[in-house]
């Protein structure tokens, strides 16, 4: 690997580090979500066990103590105690703003990265190029394959690793998008369910 960097160029160590990083985010992002996503369905049923029995305290503390932001975002409707159902849809965007920016955290790098991936490797084959010429200068009128040889070798390295990082960090991009996605999708779905059901639970009380 350290022999590819040095043949690959000037833009060969930058797109390595860029490969650590992609690499790096990508890695703590999917742990992170992989704790974020909970099976939405079985939390709301324990928690209207829970609320039926009129405990609304230890129905707050089985949100906090489930982790992801479906649990966040159910805690605050919670906290609402018996507000009208505006004041709780506002608590439940708020807290979901901000659990989407956590998720999104991180996302926007591996898009810039593979962004400039390919630009990095188009200026290393750029130079090579740029070093074969001056080589085949060099030895004019006199030119061997050989002379050409390692400007042709750094141009194609440098292409074939901006091209190698832009595709996985393409691929992690879209990974963390479609999990974020679905995160985003379970807290909707409890978002409209809890409604439903406290406005259910409400009337039922008053019955």
Known sequence: MET???????????????????LAVFLLRIFH?????????????????????????????????TPGPVARIVRAA??????????????MERTGRVEIRRLE????????????????????????????LLQLRAAAPLVHAGDLAEGLRRALLSTAAGLGLAIAAYTFHNVLVGRVARIVHDMEMASLELTGRLRQMEEESRA
Not at 4 to 22: E, F, K
Not at 52 to 63: D, F, K, T, W, Y
Not at 105 to 130: E, N, R, S
């Open 105 to 132: 955290t991180g996302i926007g790098t591996l898009a810039t990265i593979a962004q400039i991936a390919p630009l990095l490797g188009l200026l290393g084959t750029v130079l090579g190029l740029a070093e074969a």
């Open 78 to 91: 919670l906290l609402c105690g018996g507000s009208d159902d505006e004041t709780i849809r506002l608590a």
């Open 4 to 22: 590819w960097i040095h043949q690959g160029g000037p833009t060969m160590p930058v797109i390595a580090l860029a490969s650590v990083v992609a």
């Open 33 to 65: 979500l992989h704790r974020a996503q909970i099976r939405a369905g079985d939390f709301l049923q324990g928690l209207f066990n829970v609320l039926r029995s009129g405990n609304r305290v230890e129905a707050i503390s089985l949100c906090e103590e």
